[in-house]
């Protein structure tokens, strides 16, 4: 079975799962970083960046689900 080809650089699909790792990532590190801060307004705004961050990360998923056969 020959493999998939990947998507083209202007296909919005290959954009949204680069950005998807990229935001997933940053989420992780400021909630691994928030318990290494003894300031707890610092600890709060890393905590909060962690959730927006999974939350963009959930609405790029949503969107991938739904439109990757319209983008293909």
């Given at each position: 079975m020959p493999e998939p080809?990947?998507?083209p650089e202007s296909s919005?699909?290959?954009h949204v799962t680069r950005l998807k790792q990229m935001l997933n990532d940053?989420?992780?590190h400021a909630r691994q970083d928030s318990s290494k801060i003894s300031d707890p307004k610092a600890?709060?705004?890393f905590e909060t960046t962690a959730e927006v961050l999974f939350g963009l990360h959930e609405a790029f998923d949503d969107i991938e689900k739904r439109?990757?056969?319209?983008w293909r």
């Amino acid at each position: 079975m020959p493999e998939p080809k990947p998507a083209p650089e202007s296909s919005p699909l290959q954009h949204v799962t680069r950005l998807k790792q990229m935001l997933n990532d940053v989420a992780i590190h400021a909630r691994q970083d928030s318990s290494k801060i003894s300031d707890p307004k610092a600890q709060a705004l890393f905590e909060t960046t962690a959730e927006v961050l999974f939350g963009l990360h959930e609405a790029f998923d949503d969107i991938e689900k739904r439109n990757e056969a319209a983008w293909r």
